[in-house]
């Protein structure tokens, strides 16, 4: 599994030159482009700095998990494909409450989401917060029985597949597309437009958005980056700004039950939302 997760990792060096040669032949290179493009590196950094603490933080997590273990699956072939299963749908729920709580869009996953572009480096685009926050999502998995160990390289594969599907050189894959995590329902996931908002949450299985109605295909032109564009290349910008409009709007707030609707309803969340809802 660590092998597999490992040649997925590399195809970015399989992509990348290809998304490059892409646009030299489309005459796309630009001096923002180039900026864009090391703006999606840049929050690389971080998580760099943060590994060892975030690697402790989760192992002790998992730990803790695994006391309370009513009993242990044993790892085999077949209780391995069970456990990615079960970890692909953790993963859309985790990626759901990403996208749905504002906060946790604020501090974490709006990073991902901020490029005006998309290619192999937006896939790099994490924070570094996402390392202590994800995780929680995952204790399922360790509670009903499963080796921590077995989960955390589910974790690893489904994440090292998702970076192949951060190019335009790819189109749509009819076949392939309604059940599995391709480029194109990628893309839709990256886009602001209003049909492509909160849709194809899942990590390598499509099945999760087929059931629960949030799977949407690739039609119009996707209009990459959040709807709230950052428009900057400022490493620094680029994980604060949606921290920073939640701030504001927390400022701004008349009282405290409003400040926690803020932080715990979807973003774009207001007052006259919650006033049609009673009526």
């Known amino acids: ?36 493009m090391l703006a999606s ?17 989760i192992s002790t997590l998992f730990a803790g998990a695994v006391a309370l273990q009513p009993w242990q699956i044993s790892t085999t ?25 504002r906060v946790y869009l604020a501090v974490s996953h709006s990073v991902h989401h901020s490029s005006n572009q998309y290619d192999q480096t937006t896939g790099l685009r994490i924070s570094f917060v996402d390392g202590f926050l994800s995780p929680w999502f995952y204790l ?7 080796d921590p160990l077995l989960i955390g390289a589910c974790l690893g594969l489904i994440l090292a597949y ?38 194809n949450y899942g990590a390598i299985l499509m099945i999760w958005d087929q059931l629960f109605g949030t799977y ?12 709230q564009a950052l428009n900057s290349q400022n490493p620094i910008k680029v994980h604060l700004h949606e921290a920073i409009l939640l701030w504001r709007a927390l400022k701004q707030a008349p009282n405290w039950r409003h400040r926690w609707d803020l932080l715990v309803r979807v973003p774009g969340w207001s007052e006259q939302d919650s006033t049609k809802e009673i009526q």
Request: glycine share 4%; with cysteine; net charge neutral.
């Open 216 to 227: 949407q295909p690739e039609k119009e032109k996707v209009v990459y980056g959040l709807t």
């Open 140 to 146: 399922p998995a360790i509670l009903v029985g499963f």
């Open 162 to 199: 998702q970076q192949w599907i951060h190019t335009e050189t790819i189109g749509k894959l009819p076949w392939l597309d309604p059940w599995l995590n391709t480029p194109s329902n990628h893309r839709v996931h990256h886009g602001s437009n209003a049909q492509y908002l909160d849709k």
């Open 41 to 57: 590196i840049s929050p690389v950094i971080p998580p760099l700095l943060t590994g060892t603490l975030v690697l402790f933080f």
């Open 1 to 36: 599994m660590e092998l597999l997760a490992t040649a997925l990792s590399a195809l970015f060096l399989v992509f990348l030159p290809m998304e490059l040669y892409r646009r030299f032949k489309k005459a796309q290179h630009t001096r923002a482009s180039w900026l864009e």
């Open 77 to 101: 072939p077949l209780t391995a494909i069970a456990a990615i299963i079960l970890v692909d749908f953790l993963y859309y729920i985790d990626h759901c409450c990403g996208h749905r709580i």
